[in-house]
């Protein structure tokens, strides 16, 4: 499906350009991990890190719905409420042949482009 171009100059630029900022997002995504981790080590969910008397960043909680959690613990006429039927894509993809699924897909915002 995918074929080879040779870019041209102006576009060789613009390829090595995307490759070294990709590299530098990973570096830097690497440091904020880090940099968060040692702030998560020090403050406690709830604090505010200050300077000079300024709150300059929180720690929250990292919460989300957990429904494995609530199918255990809701009252049965509450959890019957809550309960949608949607179509599953991963479903979908186990059980329709590849060509059916592939007819159901669509495509969304811009092409996608990835530095290999």
């Known amino acids: 499906m995918s074929a080879d171009v040779e870019l041209t100059d102006g576009m060789r630029e613009v390829a090595a350009r995307l490759l070294h900022l990709s590299a530098v997002r990973a570096e830097v995504d690497a440091e ?18 200050t300077i000079d008397g300024t709150p300059i960043l929180s720690v929250t909680a990292n919460r989300r719905f957990d429904p494995d959690y609530a199918a255990k613990n809701l009252p049965a006429g509450l959890l019957a409420m809550c309960m949608v039927s949607v179509l599953d894509r991963t479903r979908a993809k186990s059980v329709l042949p590849p060509a059916l699924f592939e007819s159901c897909m669509r495509e969304v915002g811009e092409p996608v482009v990835r530095a290999l």
């Not at 904020?32 to 890190?49: D, F, H, P």
């Open 32 to 49: 904020i991990n880090e940099l968060k981790a040692k702030l998560r080590s020090t403050l406690t969910v709830g604090q505010r890190g």
